[in-house]
């Protein structure tokens, strides 16, 4: 979720600095929205016949490699395939965290988790536009995506230590 509102606000100096199209501007966010739709059922039903557990973590994993990658890029193009690298392994978190959660407590507990879900979800909406806004002020727009490495890290270390 904070993917999807951080990196809006950093638009306008990723324009400045990489000297994008007004068409790959508009891409930047797009790919990753439009990847996320479009991949996010067969991310869940991949996660139903292999093991949610296994594919969160490997769109964890995709993710980051693509927060790498857009970390890194020096021009149009590659920002936007890796905002689609993103948007892969995003729709294997979306697609899956709810489910992950709820089976991690009890059936009489279920609708606990999903109201857990539900808020963590909606803080990340919430605060990504303010620290997107901060981290591009301050050290860059280059940050908002290395800023996502140890948000990785620790939901691959969670899913570990307390997912089925």
């Known amino acids: 979720m904070l993917d999807s509102t951080e990196v809006v606000l950093a638009l306008p100096?990723?324009?400045?600095?990489?000297?994008?199209?007004?068409?790959?501007?508009?891409?930047?966010?797009?790919?990753?929205?439009?990847?996320?739709a479009a991949t996010v059922i067969t991310c869940g039903r991949l996660g139903d016949i292999l093991g949610r557990r296994r594919v969160f973590i490997g769109g964890v994993v995709v993710f980051a490699i693509g927060a790498v990658v857009?970390?890194?890029?020096?021009?149009?193009?590659?920002?936007?395939?890796?905002?689609?690298?993103?948007?892969?392994?995003?729709?294997a978190m979306f697609a899956l965290s709810l489910a992950i959660a709820s089976n991690a407590f009890p059936?009489?507990?279920?609708?606990?988790a999903v109201g857990i879900w539900a808020a963590i979800s909606s803080i990340g909406l919430g605060i990504g536009p303010l620290?997107?806004?901060?981290?591009?002020?301050?050290?860059g727009w280059q940050w908002i995506f290395w800023t996502y490495l140890p948000f990785c890290a620790a939901a691959i270390v969670i899913i570990r230590l307390f997912a089925a």
């Open 13 to 36: 100096v990723i324009d400045k600095d990489l000297g994008l199209s007004e068409a790959g501007l508009q891409w930047v966010q797009n790919a990753y929205l439009l990847m996320l």
């Open 70 to 91: 857009a970390a890194l890029s020096t021009g149009e193009g590659m920002l936007i395939g890796a905002r689609l690298i993103q948007g892969l392994g995003g729709s």
């Open 131 to 139: 620290l997107g806004g901060v981290l591009v002020d301050s050290i």
């Open 107 to 112: 059936p009489e507990r279920q609708a606990t």
